[in-house]
Nanobody, 122 residues
């Protein structure tokens, strides 16, 4: 069992920045790939970025490429999502999730956090 707790969401003006954190407890954090997903009202959940167990491989969805950075600190059992140049269309609930493989597929993620709201005003 893995427990995930996201933090760092909030209200920010367009062009601003936020840093999301996801603290994990339970099984060995460093063995897992981690992903950040988001879901806006009326839309399906979508992958934002994901990172492999060591942090050596990352992937970004096209809408956030060049603006968001995913990273992890295995000593702190924490994965981060640095979000810069935020846009109103980034408004969503952001979730972190754990997978045993490096994958873009949401269905392959075994554990999910409760989500944190990010709201970007224009």
């Amino acid at each position: 069992q893995v427990q995930l707790v996201e933090s760092g969401g909030g209200l920010v003006q367009a062009g601003g920045s936020l840093r999301l954190s996801c603290a994990a407890s339970g099984r060995t954090f460093s063995s897992y790939a981690m992903g950040w997903f988001r879901q806006a009202p009326g839309k399906e959940r979508e992958l934002v970025a994901h990172i492999n167990w060591s942090g050596g491989r990352t992937y970004y969805a096209d809408p956030v490429k060049g603006r968001f950075t995913i990273s992890r600190d295995n000593a702190k059992n924490t994965v981060y999502l640095q979000m810069n140049s935020l846009k109103p269309e980034d408004t969503a609930v952001y979730y972190c999730a754990v997978a045993t493989i490096y994958t873009r597929s949401a269905s392959s993620y075994d554990y999910w956090g409760q989500g944190t709201q990010v709201t970007v005003s224009s």
